[in-house]
């Protein structure tokens, strides 16, 4: 490849959460009936011309993970169940990118398309990691950035936020 197509072409809704450090889209590629093989990695080879390190997936198949790895990208599966309580998945997601964050990395995260549940794991990183300190700042903040409005769905994550090890919970 050479010229524009060698750059590749960035995932739908991209969209910067922490400048140059966590960023969200939907699926490389697309989802469901509208995913495509060519558009899959062109995507994946923006996000590999810009210097991201690590693709998280929130999904729980394994959808796109052999491309990834075709294009030289890690990437973590760090599925988030649709229903019930996921304090304990949101605690080893954020975790886990607190982590890769600290240790430079340039990170990915995506569902199948970006909407309530991405938003709503988002709104709680930014809390959880204490950027942000009270749920309805979070919300603005987050609908803001991916012009959006945040639904139940979303908001429903935010009531699911794990105690941070290193900071006392609400009393």
């Known amino acids: 490849m050479k010229g524009r197509w060698a750059a590749g072409i960035p995932p739908r809704n991209f969209t ?34 810009q210097g991201f390190t690590r693709v998280v997936t929130l999904l729980a198949s394994p959808h796109n993970l052999h491309a990834y790895e075709e294009e030289g990208l890690k990437w973590s599966q760090l599925p988030l169940p649709s ?30 398309e970006l909407g309530d549940r991405v938003m709503g794991v988002v709104a709680a990183f930014l809390l959880w990691s204490g950027r942000i300190e009270d749920p309805p700042r ?21 009531t699911m936020l794990p105690p941070h090890p290193a ?5």
């Open 16 to 49: 910067w959460i922490l400048a140059g450090q966590l960023a969200v889209s939907e699926r490389p590629g697309g989802y469901a009936r509208n995913h495509r093989r060519v558009r899959r990695q062109e995507e994946i080879i923006w996000l590999r011309e």
């Open 138 to 158: 979070a919300i603005t903040v987050v609908e803001r950035m991916l012009h959006r409005v945040m639904g139940s769905t979303g908001r429903e994550l935010l």
């Open 83 to 112: 229903g019930g309580d996921v304090t304990a998945e949101l605690a080893e997601l954020f975790t886990s990118i607190e982590q890769w964050l600290g240790a430079g990395e340039r990170i990915l995260v995506h569902q199948e």
């Open 167 to 171: 900071r006392p919970g609400p009393s």
